[in-house]
Structure formats: C-alpha cells, structure tokens
C-alpha cells in the first residue's frame, strides 16, 4: 500500500463553524454520561456529520492493558458510544483493538467487563492480534513504514474512544497516541527505541480518525499509561481534529498543581510534528472551544 492510504476516510474535517474547528467540552455529572456524551457531540455538530444510515464504522477505545480507567478505557464509556453510533444510523459497529506484546487482546477485553459489554450493545469485536497483518508505507520521515491490522485496513469510518493521561516515555497518550494500537505488537518494541514522539506522528499519515470523543472524566497528571497520579477533570470533549484536542486535553492536564507537565502545549514533539505533517490545526487560532 502507498504513503496515505490507511484506516479511516481522509476529507475535509466536518466539525468546524466560521472557518474554524470546534472542539466541545462538555462538564461530566456522573449521573448523564449518555447525555455528557451526545451533548459533546451534538456540539460540533452532530453525529450526522460522519455517520450514514447504514455505514459500518470501527471503533477504537484504549485497551492497551486492563487497567482501571484511565489507564484504558471505562467500558461503560465505550458501551454508550456504540450505542449512539447504532442510534445515529449505523449498520455495524466493530471494536478493534490491539493490546500490549505480552498480552491477548481478547483476553484484556474480558476481563475488564468491555467484551460483555460490548456484545450487550451489539457490537463485533475485532482483536487485531487475531489476524493478518499489512505492511504500509507512512511517508514519514522517522517511522517509515508499518504493519496494520488487514481486519481494519478497509473501515472508511472510523471512530476514537480515547482517555487522558500522561505517559513517562510519550510524554501524554491522548488522541495522537491512540494510533499506535493499530500497530502490530512486535513493532512497538521498536517505535519506542529513539525518536518516539515523532513516529507517533508519522504513523497518524496512515489512521485518520472521523470523529474524537475523549474521557476526561478523570486523568493522569503524571505517570502513565497504565498508572499514575489520578486527578477529576470531569469533562467529556469531542472534535475532528487530533492536534485541537490534544492541546485542549493538555491544558486541563497542566492546571493540575504537582503536573508533570508544565510547558507550552505547543511545543512538545508530538504536536510540533503532527502540524508539520499537517495532522490538524497548526495553532490556536484555528480552533474555537464550545463549552456545555
């Protein structure tokens, strides 16, 4: 396959108003999460704005281990999502996923409850580990090319659960970094030699999400991805745009007091390269925050 060819429909993101791309930050109860979420979304602009009465869509949450939220994903999160998904007109929901080297997907899914709850709101489920692997060109400059789930490879649609947190090697896993569960396992060792900010980046030129809808619930403000210091945000964000939310996901991560985190959204190595790659927006101007 040729750099730029991937999962999901590369097009114009559709979540924007005046020329600008929206992102929503919708403050959580606890008690509404399905109204938390559809709320984010109606925001932007809808779920009509991707899903179509019978498209089938692909869902990718953060199941990298089984750890409590958020160090994956809240099962009754991703459980809402596919069932507004399956409201909005879609045929088929398939959650794909790939855990860590050491670790049966299928398993992880189990045992966090996701795989019952999964089935419960009538999804497929698809363990990237489970079957063949493609390799892609990303056109990248530090991650040349790479292996991707053939099971996820034709999704024109698809859909990011993600959480937020920080990571001790990344420096954060939010949206950019939810890519590299589509990579094949064995090659993570790899991505996380030298360079792994910037292959993050260029491993986004091959997965194109169509819509981003984030836990933040609560977060890591240090440590991470599978434990750290835990704090409440107790927000629900949702956009079209990697680079948008991720910076509006840091900025909640860096008002915490004791943050690992301190510097300028804008100048860590994971955003810098993904607006050199022209991943999303490429500064704070081109986004607008839309608050409920």
Known sequence: MSAGVGIGRVRE??????GKVLVSKVAADWQGLKGNILKAVDLIGGF?????????????????????PPGSSDPDFVKIVIELLYEHGASKVILGESSMVSLSTRKVLEDTGMLRKAEEAGAEI??????????????GKYLRTVSLPENALAAKKLVYVCCMKTHRFAKFTLSLKLVVGF????ERMLLHARNLEEKIADLNLVVHPSLIIMDGRSCF??????CGELRNPNVVLASGDRIAI???????IESFEGASLTADPWSYTQI?????????????EEYKVVNG
Do not use: C
């Not at 991720?246 to 909640?252: C, I, Q, R, S, T």
């Open 246 to 252: 991720d910076v509006e996901a840091l900025k909640l």
């Open 221 to 226: 403000i240090s440590g991470g991805p599978a």
């Open 183 to 186: 990579m094949k396992p064995g």
């Open 272 to 284: 810098r390269r993904a607006v050199e790659l022209d991943i999303g927006v490429k500064k704070e």
């Open 13 to 18: 993101n559709p979540f924007r108003h005046n």
């Open 48 to 68: 009509s704005k991707v899903v179509e009465r019978g498209d089938e869509v692909l869902l990718k949450p953060n199941f990298n281990t089984g750890d409590a």
């Open 126 to 139: 698809a363990p990237f580990d489970e079957g063949k692997w493609v390799k892609v060109s990303t056109g």
